[in-house]
């Protein structure tokens, strides 16, 4: 795993760079915003992940431990890859996505090109309570509500649904809820076993 690359920019494009490390070029996916304020010939240092895929290796990069840690957890969410992952990073700081996750609003995420309106939500479903707080924390039923669709998937799962099947679930059913559905975990729990049924529960662990 290369976790990290301190080195002279060799080359700049829109979205990514070369790293020149001990006379290796490494090519780096980076977000836009990076790639347009580096000069080819300065020295950086670069937090990595390198995706390794049967065709082929990607490495991603960013200027803090904080956007890494992020992308690691943006691709732990069903449907979401590391283009998409970078792309959410692109379009919105750390403190941004944290304040979105906390206060349950999936509307910055479906802004963001490649993101539709489902992993918009999943996003937000399965990083609650995963993010570190932002520090403009949200108030704390803001807070709350972000944490009840993560609650709802984890009874689900306790039921014996599939941890996909259980947060894509309470992802389309609170989308539809009302705000004081949304606010409760057992009404959301109810509204979303409604719409499984007990014909569409999975084995344990399925």
């Known amino acids: 795993m290369i976790s990290s690359l301190?080195?002279?920019v060799a080359h700049v494009d829109d979205d990514a760079l070369v790293v020149?490390?001990?006379?290796?070029?490494?090519?780096?996916?980076?977000?836009?915003?990076?790639a347009r304020t580096i000069a080819v010939g300065s020295d950086i240092h670069l937090h990595t992940n390198l995706i390794v895929r049967e065709d082929a290796l990607a490495l991603f990069g960013f200027e803090t431990r904080e956007e890494l840690v992020v992308f690691g957890q943006l691709l732990?969410?069903?449907?979401?890859?590391?283009?998409?992952?970078?792309?959410?990073?692109?379009s919105l700081t750390v403190p941004q996505i944290a304040e979105a996750v906390a206060a349950d609003d999936d509307?910055?995420?479906?802004?963001?090109?490649?993101?539709g309106p489902k992993t918009a939500k999943l996003i937000v479903v399965q990083l609650a309570g995963k993010l570190a707080p932002p520090r403009s924390a949200a108030p704390a039923t803001a807070r709350a509500a972000g944490a009840i669709p993560a609650q709802v998937?984890?009874?689900?799962?306790?039921?014996?649904?599939?941890?996909?099947?259980?947060?894509?679930?309470?992802?389309?059913?609170?989308?539809?809820?009302?705000?004081?559905?949304?606010?409760?975990?057992?009404?959301?729990?109810?509204?979303?076993?409604?719409?499984?049924?007990p014909a569409r529960r999975e084995p344990a662990g399925g």
Do not use: C, N, Y
Not at 76 to 90: D, F, I, M, N
């Open 6 to 8: 301190t080195g002279a």
């Open 20 to 34: 020149v490390v001990g006379g290796v070029g490494f090519s780096v996916a980076v977000v836009p915003q990076l």
């Open 76 to 90: 732990s969410v069903t449907g979401v890859g590391p283009k998409s992952a970078l792309g959410v990073l692109s």
């Open 107 to 115: 509307a910055p995420f479906k802004r963001v090109s490649g993101i």
């Open 153 to 197: 998937a984890q009874a689900l799962i306790g039921l014996g649904w599939s941890e996909r099947v259980a947060a894509e679930a309470v992802a389309s059913v609170a989308d539809g809820a009302s705000e004081a559905d949304r606010a409760s975990v057992q009404a959301l729990l109810r509204l979303t076993l409604s719409v499984l049924g």
